[in-house]
T-cell receptor, first 119, second 119 residues
Framework: GAVVSQHPSRVICKSGTSVKIECRSLDFQATTMFWYRQFPKQSLMLMATSNEGSKATYEQGVEKDKFLINHASLTLSTLTVTSAHPEDSSFYIC???????????????FGPGTRLTVL | AQKITQTQPGMFVQEKEAVTLDCTYDTSDQSYGLFWYKQPSSGEMIFLIYQGSYDEQNATEGRYSLNFQKARKSANLVISASQLGDSAMYFCAMREGGSAGGSNYKLTFGKGTLLTVNP
């Protein structure tokens, strides 16, 4: 099946620094990727939809200036958490949308996630 | 109103027995898709099974089957012959709009059910 990678898998940073997380589709082109956030023992919450070549669409309540998303190529989307604070500590997961019409049941392939800890 | 409701925060099942995980959904769309994912402690999201709103037969994938009752708006996951490796969080998710078009492909997740398989 299709593979989506995320890097880094785990990051610890000091409060006030910025952290960049990469999401790559390894064997298919993804015009659309999604970024989710998951707090411990909670569900996945969609943060934003990343579209190649255009601005990301953010969900209500997500600060676009804090969570910068860049989808510069068909295989790479990045999420930058700017001026991170302890409350930004969370599990961040990306997914890549299989091109519509591909005819497979699994429409989104998920990355393995990035665990961010802000001290 | 919540779009996806999973009423069982936790479930226990004996190894080799079957278990049903509940999921109800709420949408006014005629065309939509329902998904089940497994999330082990490692955090990766593993696709299990998909049911389209127009599919007349219940989806099956190996030991997984989806009990789709459209009128009741329920999409319960049935795991047969449980194995110790099935212990994980299970999420039900919905994509509103059709896969052939007219959808933004966003997924809305339920809060999840933590399944524990006892030896």
């Amino acid at each position: 099946g299709a593979v989506v990678s995320q890097h880094p898998s785990r990051v610890i940073c000091k409060s006030g620094t910025s952290v960049k997380i990469e999401c790559r589709s390894l064997d298919f082109q993804a015009t659309t990727m999604f970024w989710y956030r998951q707090f411990p023992k909670q569900s996945l919450m969609l943060m934003a939809t990343s579209n190649e070549g255009s601005k990301a669409t953010y969900e209500q309540g997500v600060e676009k200036d804090k969570f910068l998303i860049n989808h510069a190529s068909l295989t790479l989307s990045t999420l930058t958490v700017t001026s991170a604070h302890p409350e930004d500590s969370s599990f961040y997961i990306c997914s890549a949308l299989i091109p519509p019409g591909a005819g497979i049941a699994n429409e989104q392939f998920f990355g393995p996630g990035t665990r961010l800890t802000v001290l | 109103a919540q779009k996806i409701t999973q009423t069982q925060p936790g479930m226990f099942v004996q190894e080799k027995e079957a278990v049903t995980l509940d999921c109800t959904y709420d949408t006014s769309d005629q065309s939509y898709g329902l998904f089940w994912y497994k999330q082990p402690s490692s955090g990766e999201m593993i696709f299990l099974i998909y049911q389209g709103s127009y599919d007349e037969q219940n989806a099956t994938e190996g030991r997984y089957s989806l009990n789709f009752q459209k009128a009741r708006k329920s999409a319960n996951l049935v795991i047969s012959a449980s194995q110790l490796g099935d212990s994980a969080m299970y999420f039900c998710a919905m994509r509103e709009g059709g896969s052939a078009g007219g959808s933004n492909y966003k997924l809305t997740f339920g809060k999840g059910t933590l399944l524990t398989v006892n030896p």
